[in-house]
């Protein structure tokens, strides 16, 4: 099954890599306000997150857009904007719930995570791992872990196994 | 005390850091070896005894101690394994760090 | 008339006021890495100009440290009061900004310190730098006063002053709060100074986010003197690379090279508090001041017990390592603390060299000195030596007015810690800074002051180790471990590999002299293009020996602006801005003499750690001897002046404001 763009924001660095590369494959430039994805920081309580087109099953901006413009790509399950029909009306910005749709602002045309046809470059760069792609059946196993380890710990401490 | 072929059994103190200390979840171990035993005869038991980084720190290749880690004995830096062992040396196994 | 007389000409040319140069549509010609702006900005004239950065200097500096000592060196006129209107500060960001590897969002900070009279410049990461780069500016030069407190604010292409009145006493958490609420933008970046930079505390330093520093040589007293509270940018223009695709490759070869080394991938897990670990186990660690030479009961200060207060890593712009702790302090009587760090230097500040042995007591001193704006180090280094005059009678409780500084007593380091910042009781006089401070105690205090041409040393000990030895005593700024701390040094590497590294015979022993000024000498050309790039001093040979270097630099100047650079000739532009240091200094009065270590470095053996760092001192004819062939690699002449075909070869015998020898 097809891959999902999964956020573990615990694990987020605030290092704005997928940022500086994402703007750098899509527009050949640097400038994080003009990338897909965005880190939200909360400086002052150390919280990072990194926000993105969440490419939902019922997406939204789907739903809106009056030039049915959004379509879901066979091959990497991403929603994609045909640019031949978008005639930058924005109302999938103004309905997504994620903030995942982009008004460019050099260009004045919208702009959404792509998956990058497969080979997501936020994901390749980000060494803590706090943007994944993985399929669902490994998300779920993985989370599980994770959240079994912190049990773990607690049981091995109570039954005083060493 | 023995001379000769009579092996006594010495002990050296091993620090370990970073990595190594992550791994044995000891700051400081005693080893038990015999007399005439070198830095490489250390290395082995440890490396037996603990598996993972441990096994990585002789060089397959080359037999010297590898640049990915640092060895040092009584705090000279070591790279040879045939360095011949004392009663009550000091090793330290850990990473090269030493930036500001 | 030269390139460079040309060069500098234009620079001092009056031109157009700031605008914004990038509206309408940018063509993708060859300029287009090249629009970006230096701006003039006289605080006292309200007067702001900016202009393009013309290339030959590029070509010459690179950016960041580079350009700004180029600056320092033509604009600020020698014997001029630091603190005064006629100092200048320069902020630069490093010539690769904005590139996604190696921690590039490096911004270099610079003017004349008040505190040791010679080059005052500091290095600081986060995320200022980059955006100052998408506002358009990649270099600011600030002069003059303002007569009521301001903060400079920056955005697309323009410059303002605003009045900071109601900033002005705030700390530097909520000074840049305040600033993102005024603006109402929380992607403000700021640069900030505390009370200590406000009240002309001599080691003030400048902030941004929640602990990144221009920490060292009082920058935010000079920001102070200035009554600058702080410089606020919101860029969202475009960063242009010449060769965007091959850079992107480039950089995931960058981030991977670096992540492979166990030193990055123990750094992202540990921070910098993993280098203790080694250097306090073998004994190279100042311990009450530079009474001894290892922390017997530091072993609290490990890293391992941060763990307990850790709550996640942060990185800084373009940094795949990680290495600031985010922690949180529930449980001591100055909970809740939120803070990030400490870094190594801080372990030594609170720890080691004033006898503290709980972790905690570094945590709530960092977050201290992080509020009020002040030199972890300097502030370190002080309260060590204050507290070994103490023990010995040289001041005592009358002198301190009532704070004992016993060793270990974390409650007096806060208060004096406090004191400092807001210039009060004894803390007024260790604002002053080691100079004064020493002459003002007289009493033969200076013999006890770890300090080179003013400056604090690190906690390092020196004395088993030649080369930091000479490298912190030849530092442009004063006692310093980054110019040029060899760290590789440490770590036994085969003779054959340091001769390939360093281009001649380098002992692979670190108790040993032999080719250790060839090392210092080849370190300090490498860390000043590292800061004229604007990368983290992590990510190269500074920790990791096959960590990048020369050879990547190379190329990602190549990939990031077009300009092809040899190694050889990227070597040369390192000598370049550290033989224009050197000229600084000089033209202000240093010279060999002041090349030279504490007397306790030559006079006082270190008594434990491991066998082979004992009994060290520093050999007071080998170090000299090192002088003179570390003199000798520079192409300077036995006193440290630059001889006249070095100064030719590097294009710095023409300058309008040549440095003269009084003896010609």
Redesign the interface.
Known sequence: MQKILFIDPEKCSGCRICESVCSLHHEKICNPGRARIHVVKWETAGLYVPMVCQQCETPLCETVCPMHAIKRDAKTGAMLIDYDLCVGCKLCVMFCPFGGVNIDSKTGKVAKCDLCGGEPLCVKFCDPQALQYLNATTINLRKRRAAAEKFSDLMKKLLAIA | MAHGEELMSICVRV?L???F?EIVGK?EIIEEIDSNSTLGHVLDKLAKKYGRDFQKIVDQKTGVIS????V?V??????DTGIKLKNDD?L?L??????? | MSLLQDQISHFLAPSRPAQNPWFGKGVADETMVWRRRIAYIDLTTKKIVAKPIPKQVRQLYLGGRGIDMYLLYNHVKPKVDPLSPENMLFVGTGLLCGVPALGSGRCDIAAKSPLTGCVGDSNIGGFFGPELRLAGFDHLVISGKTEKPAYLWISDGSIEIRDASHLWGKDTFETQEMIRDDNKDEEVKCLAIGVAGENLVRFANVRSGMKNSAGRTGMGCVMGSKNLKAIAVRGTMDIEFSHPDELLDYCKEMNDMIMNTRWARAQSKWGTLIIYSNTNTTGLIRTRNFQLNRFEEGEDLEPENMDRYTIGMSGCYGCAVHCRHRYVLRESPHAPIFAEGPEYTSLGAFGTMVDCKKMETILVANHLVNKYGLDTLETGGLIAWAMELYEKGIIDEKDTAGLKLEWGNEEAIFELIRQIAHREGFGNLLAEGFKTAIAKIGKGSDYYAIQVKGLSNLHSDERPTPSFALGIATSTRGADHLRSRPAIDLYGLPEKLLEEIYGAPVSSDYTSYEGKSRMVWWQELLYAVTDAIGVCKFQTVFCAVHAPNWEEFKTLIQLATGMGFTKAQLMEVGERIYTIERMFNLREGFSRKDDALPERYFKEPTTIGFPVVRGKTIDRDRFEKMLDEYYALHGWDENGFPKKETLERLGLDKEPSHMVREEE
């Open positions: 620090v850091l970073a990595n200390r700051r640049s990915e880690f640092l040092s009584n705090g000279r830096i070591a790279r000091v330290m850990t990473i090269p760090a030493g930036g500001g």
